[in-house]
């Protein structure tokens, strides 16, 4: 593609989800000694379901009493928080307003290191509609520790400010492929984003559930490593050591036993309990998935049905 056809693209892929790109305004009342005193804070979203319910971060609107939402178009309304889910950074809210476009959303699978990346949102909260910055993608899978470690994250380079939070990151064909999250102190060129494929599955639980619906396999590991496989003579020095399982755990019934050590998940390699749980936020509760053990040096296979984390 021309840098003249690039560029067209990039108009076209803005001019697409920008009507569906919403700015989101907080209040928390934070107790002090002499009262109650209102904290306000900004953030981003988009229309993710027609009936106007918007996807955001949690950390955007969670605490919040008062919650606000503006449309393209300058519009103002109150908005109902439906459900949040802290562990992903992912809350859905619910506006009055109905006519507005739905974003279309496109596949987190499917990315490639270095293709374009687009972020939209309201850094900063500046008046005046959403602003739009443009990218890479810089890496895929990072897991990231800003207040808890998110797992999977896409990397990119396009400039991510405060407020930014919770809008789309989509593609030169203007689709969702992920939504914007921490930012790293002092980082230059680094910005994150949740991919849309975790983030859809959990906003179809919160909206159908009020809550998300997370699968497990109900086991207690740790990340092996090489000096633990050396101290513990473990036959492989990756994956994930099965320590103990949850009661009424699915990888028990499936015949997974302590000791083993779990190196593959629904064919990805595993080489960490990060990675593990990763895999996991990409499945749903009831699907039947692969896993591959190490035991003793000789590789099993199992077959596990998901079940409900209970956290």
Excluded: C
């Amino acid at each position: 593609m021309s840098l003249l056809g690039l560029e067209e693209a990039i108009v076209k892929a803005v001019e697409k989800v920008y009507p569906s790109v919403v700015h989101i305004s907080t209040v928390r009342y934070v107790e002090y000694f002499f009262g109650a005193e209102p904290v306000r804070g900004v953030g981003s979203g988009f229309i993710v379901m027609p009936g106007g319910y918007v996807m955001t971060n949690f950390h955007v609107i969670g605490g919040a009493s008062e919650v606000y939402v503006t449309v393209h178009d300058g519009r103002q309304t109150s908005g109902k928080i439906v459900g949040v889910d802290p562990v992903t950074d992912i809350a859905i809210v619910r506006i009055g307003i109905r006519d507005l476009p739905v974003a279309e959303l496109g596949d987190s699978d499917k990315l490639r290191v270095g293709q374009v990346a687009i972020a939209i949102g309201n850094p900063l909260g500046l008046a005046g509609g959403p602003s739009v910055t443009v990218g890479i993608i810089s890496a895929l899978n990072r897991h990231v520790k800003a207040q808890r470690v998110m797992m999977g994250l896409i990397q990119t380079d396009a400039a991510i400010n405060p407020g930014n939070s919770g809008g789309p990151l989509v593609d030169t064909s203007g689709r969702v492929i992920g939504i914007t999250t921490a930012v790293i102190p002092f980082a230059q060129g680094i910005g994150f984003a949740i991919p849309i494929n975790i983030a859809r599955r959990v906003a179809e639980d919160i909206i159908r559930y009020g809550r998300p619906l997370r699968p497990s396999l109900g086991i207690l590991g740790v990340t092996v490593n090489p000096a633990m496989a050396r101290y513990y003579r473990l036959p492989t020095e990756k994956g994930v050591w099965v320590l103990d399982f949850a009661d009424d755990s699915p990888a028990l019934r499936a015949g997974i036993m302590k000791g083993d050590i779990i190196v593959e998940m629904a064919g990805k390699t595993i080489r960490s309990i990060e990675e593990l749980q990763s895999e996991l936020l990409k499945l749903r509760v009831g699907d039947r998935v692969k896993v591959i053990v190490n035991r003793g040096g000789r590789r099993l296979e199992k077959e596990v049905v998901l079940g409900l984390a209970r956290y």
